[in-house]
């Protein structure tokens, strides 16, 4: 048994989280620290805790960025643990970077820049030269421009917006869109049949999915072969969806113009047709902060009443509270789990006032409001059910009922 009743969660930072949104946990009932030994919950961006030892302690993990390549997801499953994060928090921050790397790339900035750089001599040897050298970084205007997004969650969607009011023609691609990004795509955007389609009739291709096995290296020698010639390529999802190889081919046999990319790599380096970003997509003032606000938002919501919103792990799973009694359960998705649960609580002559369990493949969760006080034996029976992974009791204490 995991005893919730406690007032005070400890937190640990494992980088800097945004320190508007760390203020929103209220001092009386929380302690923040990047040293603290027994956390109830980690807050994290970029630090690498695949090779960590994560304490026994803890029973939630936050994401402050949408990514939880991280973060040893299996591993907390088999714990019962959710690992929260926070889609679309940063999707302005990163639609701005990509229309920053499209027009970075249409207009040749990088070796415009570059070769201003190199110029020497007074005023009228550097305007000799500009003249004379100009024409070399001639560009290309965006509008009628057909811009391909495969991808088209919070982010995909944004570029769209942002492009066809640039005056774009933008091809969309997602066989696995969900109904509400649907509702919100703009009507303007064209659906392409398949990443064949959309990549032969692209000027440009900008890369919006997560990184999975069917991801992994999407975009591959044979996706290359589809490109018209000169298309440029801007990846500001996953690195590994782009097989750099490829990459580094499309660009010798004049497929690709330009790569532009957040990832920078040794493989990528000091070649005139890539321009790498070091992961720039999230860094803005105001990312970080809609991170840190979202995710601790989310973390208290779960600790102190058991509500499971925006995890990669876990069902949704959110329920008013009907009562100051309540139990959350972690479990895996196994048959009459449910049943043992009503059964337990009715041995123990308790009134389950309210109920609710959601699936999501392997796990499951499950959230159930008491008329009256649940005794330790009842968490420890409820915690010997097969399949229940964690359980906490959560009762809204009198002294901290706000």
């Known amino acids: 048994m995991v005893d ?42 970029s630090h690498n805790m695949l090779n960590m030892d994560i304490p026994k302690s803890v029973i939630a993990i936050g994401r402050a960025g949408a990514g939880t390549n991280n973060i040893p997801v299996n591993e907390m499953n088999c714990r019962g643990v959710p690992v929260f994060n926070t889609p679309g928090a940063n999707a302005n921050a990163v639609k701005e970077l990509v229309l920053a790397g499209m027009l970075i790339a249409a207009r040749n900035l990088i070796p415009a820049f570059r070769f201003v750089e ?49 005056g774009m023609k933008v091809l969309g691609y997602d066989p696995k869109i969900t109904v509400e990004s649907a509702w919100s795509l703009s009507s303007e955007v064209q659906k392409a049949h398949s990443i064949e389609d959309l990549l032969r009739h692209s000027d440009f291709i900008s890369l919006h999915v997560p990184l999975m096995d069917s991801t992994y290296h999407l975009i591959n020698d044979e996706m290359i072969s589809y490109l018209k010639r000169d298309t440029i390529l801007l990846n500001f999802s996953r690195d590994a969806i782009a097989d750099e190889d490829a990459v580094l081919a499309g660009i010798t046999n004049g497929k690709i113009k330009y790569y532009v990319c957040d990832f920078p790599s040794q493989k ?64 895996a998705n196994v048959p009459n789990l449910l049943g043992q649960i009503s059964t337990c609580m009715a041995n123990a002559g308790l009134n389950i006032h309210n109920m609710t369990n959601k699936s999501r493949g392997e796990m499951a969760y499950t959230l159930v409001d008491i008329d009256s006080p649940v005794s330790e034996n009842v968490i420890d029976d409820l915690s010997r059910i097969t399949g229940a992974l964690l359980v906490r009791y959560l009762p809204i204490l009198a002294e901290n009922s706000d």
């Not at 005070?8 to 030994?37: C, E, M, W």
């Not at 004379?132 to 769209?160: Q, Y």
Request: aromatic share 4%.
């Open 118 to 166: 190199s110029l020497q001599g007074d005023d009228k040897v550097l305007h000799k030269q500009v003249e004379d050298h100009k024409k070399k970084f001639l560009g290309v205007e965006l509008p009628k421009r057909t811009l391909g997004i495969i991808g088209l969650g919070k982010i995909g969607r944004l570029v769209a917006d942002a492009a066809i009011k640039l």
């Open 268 to 331: 990528l380096q000091h070649h005139e047709a890539i321009i790498t970003l070091p992961h720039l997509g999230a860094s803005t003032q105001e990312a970080e902060e809609n991170c840190a606000i979202m995710v601790v938002n989310q973390l208290m919501d779960y600790l102190q009443h058991g509500n499971i919103i925006n995890t990669v792990n876990f069902p949704d799973v959110v329920m008013e509270r009907g009562s100051p009694y309540r139990v959350a359960i972690a479990n």
């Open 4 to 45: 919730q009743t406690q007032r005070i969660f400890n937190i640990l930072t494992l980088n800097q989280i945004s320190a508007v949104g760390l203020k929103r946990f209220p001092s009386d009932h929380y302690h923040i620290g990047s040293d603290l030994t027994h956390p109830d919950a980690i807050l994290v961006r």
